[in-house]
């Protein structure tokens, strides 16, 4: 599903991710975890196609396709969902008209006709029960006054009514308590599915508790320094990332 | 502005006024204003409150007045339930309908008696331009609606269609409502889509204790159109005057607007949008004058310059010395399209009293990056989440206009300015 070779990206004339590697296969879900600033969040943003950074090295290939050619709307149509860190407030875009508009580009995409109204919002309300959001948010403006807990719960909404081949879903567990990320988790794992991977940004062992993960890679310095299976997990919740540092140089 | 322009206004009004209607100003009155124009000069963009206005235009248009309009109407927007219709083509009446029960309509042209007209008002200091109306208005339409009458609505369409080298068209309105009155009006300018037409409008209202005017006002000339207007307000105890003014057509568009709250608890409530493409430019200057105790204004302004547009908005907010108590609000905001285009946001105050709650607020920037990189990595298009974006961005002015049907009309106008594309009235 998606393979990355030796990835260098710098913002602001600054490296971040400097030779990273990373091979997600279909139909597997993987965690990335690592410390403040080590580029997870550059990592997920590079790969939806955020402007401003600069790709100096390395490729990402896409279902065996170019990632880094398309643009960002391109990758979404073509199923690839990023679940921000800090989902933004659009105040006056609403947020129904917004996921609408989301599947009917997509649908447009795959040459699809438009999405029946009806049918749609039946859908969302039935996500919706899943991630137990009240159904008065979908008229609000996209985030708009949510708690970061809604807003989290937002993004897994888009992404249930998405559903993506490839989601990246950076810290959607950071700001929840504890029955929403039970929510939430209990979202992510209604999509895992044979061709559906997905990539799980976090800093807590706890989360991969309710979505276990097939990988766990920990990055650091702007590089995957250590892969292994779900029990990496627990060693860095003992022993943290000092360890590791090392390792980055 | 040179002393030749005058001298042709001068020269073009002695070739006129002697055809011009008594009715709808008296002669006596033109002279004057003729006079006191050529005396203080007509404004110039060196002057700090016109500075965004392109004057030029001037320069290449006819002062006087279209006499015979001719040309046929271009289509008119759908008629809104309730709202008695007058349609006025290049200044004059044209069609009109049954006034509602107990509201005086009156064109000055066809129905005035000599003397009828009145006086718009000197007090502005940016009335110069309502001065030219004066003095070359060919018709005036007179709207009274009498104490307590039931509320009522009235459409006034002003279409223009004559070339400004031909002839100028000259609305001329004046709304009176007497004491715990309520009216709508909707006032929509409009023009043939290529027509190059000079409009000078001059509007006058007058709310008595407790009136209620909400005040509609749709400014949809044609591309290569000029268009100016002035409004004075005179606003008396516990009156509410609600102007929602809504800017999109037109190359040069010009508004100067002055509410006076005279009475107490007065209340002048201005939202206004303008958007500007291509070398458009759209520039409002709004004072708001407060002379009694507890009288508010809260204005909203919402501007987007695409292109190598202008968009100004100058809101002077002035509270004399009477006017203690008073609360006034100010949110001006303006978006930037494009690296050529150009906003300014003016707040004013000025203050010659204590005990007065003021707040305001102008920001001008550009599409939120974060805001549009989220909705393109939700699959929009580029042109659609910047659409999307740039109508949550007008949506606080938007959402002000209580009449559903008027909403929706401007809703798809500009749906159809932002978008080429048919996207975003599909999303909505
Ligand atoms: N525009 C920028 N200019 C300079 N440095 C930047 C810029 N954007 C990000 N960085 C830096 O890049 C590094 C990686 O940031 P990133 O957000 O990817 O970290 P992260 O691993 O997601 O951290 P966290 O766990 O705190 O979310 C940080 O040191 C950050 O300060
Ligand atoms: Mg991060």
């Known amino acids: ?249 | 502005m040179s002393a030749a322009l005058l001298t042709r206004l001068q020269e073009e009004y002695g070739a006129v006024h002697a055809a011009l209607p008594e009715s709808v100003t008296a002669a006596k009155r033109r002279r004057e204003a003729i006079e006191t124009l050529c005396a203080q000069g007509l404004p110039a963009t060196r002057e700090e409150n016109w500075r965004y206005t392109n004057l030029r235009v001037l320069e290449r248009a006819r002062f006087s007045p279209v006499e015979d309009p001719a040309g046929t109407l271009p289509v008119l927007p759908e008629p809104l339930e309730g709202f008695a219709r007058y349609v006025f083509l290049d200044g004059q009446l044209r069609s009109s309908a049954a006034a509602p029960r107990g509201v005086t309509v009156c064109s000055l042209r066809s129905q005035g008696a000599a003397g009828a007209g009145w006086e718009f008002g000197a007090q502005l200091p940016e009335a110069r331009l309502a001065l030219l109306n004066e003095a070359f208005a060919t018709d005036a339409i007179a709207i009274e609606v009498p104490a307590d009458a039931e509320p009522c609505g009235i459409e006034l369409v002003f279409v223009a269609a004559t070339a400004a080298q031909q002839g100028a068209s000259y609305p001329r309105v004046r709304l009176a409502l007497q004491s715990g009155a309520r009216l709508s009006v909707v006032e929509r300018h409009i023009g043939l889509a290529d027509s190059a037409s000079l409009v000078n409008s001059a509007v006058r209202v007058e709310l008595a204790a407790n009136a209620h005017l909400t005040h509609y006002r749709l400014q949809h000339c044609g591309a290569r159109a000029v268009w100016f207007d002035t409004l004075a307000a005179q606003l008396a105890a516990e009156a509410h005057y609600e102007l929602l003014a809504v800017s999109t057509g037109a190359l040069t568009a010009r508004s100067s607007v002055h509410a006076r709250l005279a009475g107490a608890g007065a209340q002048f409530t201005l939202s206004a949008a303008a958007l500007g493409e291509g070398a458009q430019s759209q520039d409002m200057y709004a004072l708001s004058e407060h002379l009694a105790v507890r009288t508010r204004t809260a204005e909203t302004f919402r501007g987007i310059a695409s292109g190598r547009s202008r968009v100004a908005f100058n809101g002077k907010i002035a509270v004399r010395q009477s006017a203690r108590g008073t609360d006034s609000r100010q949110s001006l905001r303006g978006l930037l399209d494009g690296p050529e285009a150009e906003i300014d946001l003016r707040p004013q105050l000025e203050i010659y009293t204590d005990e007065v709650r003021c707040s305001h607020g102008a920001t001008a920037g550009k599409l939120d990056e974060n805001m549009l990189f989220y909705l393109l990595s939700r699959g929009l298009a580029p042109e659609v989440a910047e659409h999307l974006l740039k109508w949550a961005f007008l949506e606080d002015v938007i959402a002000r206009i209580g009449l559903a049907d008027l909403r929706r009309q401007i809703e798809r106008g500009l749906a159809g300015q932002l978008s080429e594309a048919a996207t975003l009235q599909e999303l909505l």
């Open chain 1, 1 to 249: 599903m998606l393979t990355i070779k030796n990835l260098h990206a710098a913002v602001d004339g600054k490296e971040i991710l400097k030779g990273l590697d990373l091979q997600v296969p279909e139909g597997e879900v993987h965690a990335v975890m690592g410390p403040n600033g080590s580029g997870k969040s550059t990592l997920a943003h590079v790969l939806a196609g955020r402007p401003g950074y600069s790709i100096t090295a390395g490729t990402v290939l896409f279902k065996g396709r170019d990632l880094l050619a398309l643009s960002p709307e391109e990758r979404a149509r073509e199923g690839v969902f990023l679940g921000f860190q800090y989902p933004v407030e659009i105040p006056g875009v609403n947020n129904v008209y917004l996921l609408k508009a989301a599947v009917n580009a997509a649908r447009k995409h795959r040459g699809l006709p438009e999405v029946d109204a009806f049918e749609f919002l039946t859908l969302v309300r039935e996500k919706m029960r899943l991630m137990r959001m009240d159904e008065s948010m979908l008229s609000r403006g996209v985030n708009e006054g949510f708690s970061g807990g809604e807003k989290k719960r937002n993004e897994i909404l888009q992404m249930l009514v998405l559903e993506p081949a490839l989601a990246l879903l950076d810290e959607t567990d950071s700001g929840l308590d504890i029955d929403a990320l039970k929510v939430v988790a209990n979202g992510v794992n209604t999509l895992r599915a044979p061709n559906r991977s997905m990539v799980l940004v976090t800093h807590y062992q706890r989360l991969l508790e309710h979505i276990v993960p097939d990988r766990v890679h920990v990055l650091v310095k702007g590089r995957i320094v250590r892969s292994g299976d779900r029990t990496l997990a627990h060693e860095l919740e003992r022993r943290g990332y000092d360890w590791l540092l090392g390792e980055a140089a």
